[in-house]
């Protein structure tokens, strides 16, 4: 294979891992983001609970009130039934307190239900607060592993620019200038393996003269569609298959 085309295969390759690492490494704020939105939807979920546990109270302390009310009107009207002198008077100071027993009632058995809502919405907060301390936890291991990762990820940037400089250090200027050139224009990819007679970045078929010449690795040639620097890569023969085979 032609020197320069090898090195700029391997240029290649550092570029687009030096991108991936960048990828991920920029990538990083917005992870932040994702770990704090957890912790903001689990404290949330908490805060609901909470706040339907304390409408829970405010409404039973308010029916509580009105029982009380109720409660007090009833005995009052036993005391004056008690004191009635006519059969019509008792009659109706009966009917008062059936009222007043049926209100009585059903404020009781809203009381009872306020009661096994509360028994409820209390284990939904303590639920709710078990999984925030554990959401917390996980955030805090999730922030763990992702400095340690950052700081491989550097250190895997330190190494491809010691590389890409020992590399680029080797190339003919001329070949270097233009697969930059290309670079920039293709997204970051200068480089093109051609298969089958085409392009495998572009898609784009290649002349047969043009092919064949690719196929040789000899010197450095450029897809007419793309620009891209074109390589080819032998298919592995029956000798060289048999020779990876281990032995039995």
Partial sequence: MHPDLERLIALQRINSDTQDAQRRVGEEPERQKAFEVRLE?????????????????????????????????????RDQLMVVKTNVEYQAMQKEIEFAQHEVKQFEDGILELMLEFDDLSAAVKAAEVDLAGEQKKVE?????????LKELQGVLDRLATDRGRVVAQIDPRALAMFETVSRRRNGVAVAEARDGVCTV??????????????????????????????FVPKPTATTEAAEQPAS
Avoid: M, W
């Fill in 41 to 77: 939807e689990a404290g949330r979920r908490v805060a609901t609970a909470r706040e339907r546990l304390t409408a829970c109270q405010t409404s039973r302390r308010a029916i509580e009130k009105d029982l009380a009310v109720h409660q007090g009107r009833l005995s009052k009207f």
């Fill in 141 to 149: 291991a999730d922030r763990r592993a992702l400095a340690i990762e």
């Fill in 202 to 231: 572009c898609h784009v078929r290649l002349r047969p003269q043009v092919f064949n010449e690719v196929r040789r690795n000899a010197e450095i040639i450029q897809c007419e569609s793309c620009n891209r620097v074109l390589y």
